[in-house]
């Protein structure tokens, strides 16, 4: 069984900045597609970015693509999610998950989340 630990939230004026952490414990990165998901308040978990076991593909809503990068070091069992040009919308509770299989498809591996917090 896999755990994931989130880390990197907290509050960024918009425009600005963050880079989130997912560091994994109990079992190898290696294995697992990742993906990134958030949900804000009073809204349904979304699919934010997802990249598969080697890093070679990745993929993202469309309401942050250009602006958020995902990717991974699989020797350090840890998976990124760099954001950019953060704006207001951007405020949620993000998770990482994680899957065994192609990147897209259901998720059984979540971490407990992050804030993220974007002033205007």
């Known amino acids: 069984q896999v755990q994931l630990v989130e880390s990197g939230g907290g509050l960024v004026q918009a425009g600005g900045s963050l880079r989130l952490s997912c560091a994994a414990s109990?079992?190898?990165?290696?294995?697992?597609?990742m993906g990134w998901f958030r949900q804000a308040p009073g809204k349904e978990r979304e699919f934010v970015a997802a990249?598969?076991?080697?890093?070679?593909?990745?993929y993202y809503a469309d309401s942050v693509k250009g602006r958020f990068t995902i990717s991974r070091d699989n020797a350090k069992n840890t998976v990124y999610l760099q954001m950019n040009s953060l704006k207001p919308e951007d405020t949620a509770v993000y998770y990482c998950?994680?899957?065994?299989?192609?990147?897209?498809?259901?998720?059984?591996?979540w971490g407990q989340g992050t804030q993220v917090t974007v002033s205007s």
């Open positions: 109990g079992r190898t990165l290696s294995s697992y597609a």
């Open positions: 998950a994680g899957r065994v299989g192609p990147p897209k498809g259901p998720y059984g591996h």
């Open positions: 990249i598969s076991w080697s890093g070679g593909s990745t």
